[in-house]
Every structure is written in structure tokens, then in C-alpha cells.
């Protein structure tokens, strides 16, 4: 399974820009509250930065959130964006097998368009799959403090509850 870093090495000389967006605190936590200024913001950035070994440009949304909001306020979305603006990718999570099968199709209908071939787009969903290292993600949690594991707890008892997301077609599987 590939990881994000070297994707996005793979995939710049064909064009593809690659950037983290670092948003906020999905689950603040004594060591890693929730931001209360853009100085703190911009210093537990460099920390994930350099925990995660992040080598794309991270760009750090402002205090109020404005570039989550936009984009939909999931705590670890993927978008693909074309140079025209228009969004040919989103994922709720971040999955790398994913995104390189996304990257590939794009690139495919790119490489076919210069072909002359004439494309029309279209909407479609997929429910995507990932791998889910649990000792890895409550590692970081534990990292943020006991707040941050008491967060979570808490999110995943009303994710269990089972609210709507607004949009999205509810399907049993």
C-alpha cells in the first residue's frame, strides 16, 4: 500500500501538485489543545509535520476555520482539484490506495483527451476501503493526552447512535 509522501513524489512530474492541509485538532488533548492562536496553530503544525514525516508544503488554515468549513469539516478529506478548479475527487478519508487509483483514472482521461478523445464528466460515488492500524491511531491519541482519548471516546458513541450526514444517501450494508 503506497503512503502518501512517496505518492505524491511519484506523481509530481506528472503534473500533479500535492499539499497538506492542516486544519485543527480532530481530538485536542492536554499536549495538544485546541488552538487558541495562530502561533500555537503553526507550531503543532510543524509538530505533525515532523512526527509524520510530512514532506508536501503544509499549508495552515486560519483560526476560524474557513478552509475546513469549504471543504467540508471531516477531520482527514482528500480532494483532487483540476487546474480549472473543479473538484474530480473527494474522499471522506485519507487512503492512499485510493487516491493513486483516483490519480490514475485522472491522469488516464487527461492522457485520452490529449488524445483527442472527446470526454464528457460525470458524477460518481464509491464506498472506499481502508486499512485501520487501531494501535497506531490510539498511540496518537494517547501523544494529544487523556483529554484526547476521552474525545474520541465520545465521538465514536455518537457515531454508533448513528446521526444522518446531510447529502449522502444512507444505505444498510
Known sequence: MPALEPLARAYAPRGIASVFLYTREAH????FPAHRSLAQKLDHARAF???FA??????????AGTAHRAYGLLPNMTYLIGRGG???FRADWTDAATIEAAL????????RRQEGLRL????????GYRWSDQAAFDAGL??????????????????????????R???DE
Do not use: C, T
Not at 54 to 63: A, C, G, H, M, T
Open 49 to 51: 509535520r515532523d512526527r
Open 86 to 88: 473543479r473538484v474530480l
Open 104 to 111: 490514475r483514472y485522472v491522469l488516464d482521461a487527461r492522457a
Open 54 to 63: 510530512i514532506e508536501r508544503p503544509v499549508l495552515v488554515d486560519d483560526l
Open 169 to 171: 444517501v444512507q444505505v
Open 120 to 127: 464528457k464528466p460525470f458524477y460518481a460515488e464509491l464506498v
Open 142 to 167: 494517547e501523544l494529544a493526552g487523556p483529554q484526547a482519548v476521552d474525545d474520541f471516546a465520545r465521538a465514536m458513541e455518537r457515531w454508533q447512535r448513528g446521526s444522518a450526514v446531510p447529502g
Open 28 to 31: 485536542p488533548g492536554e499536549h
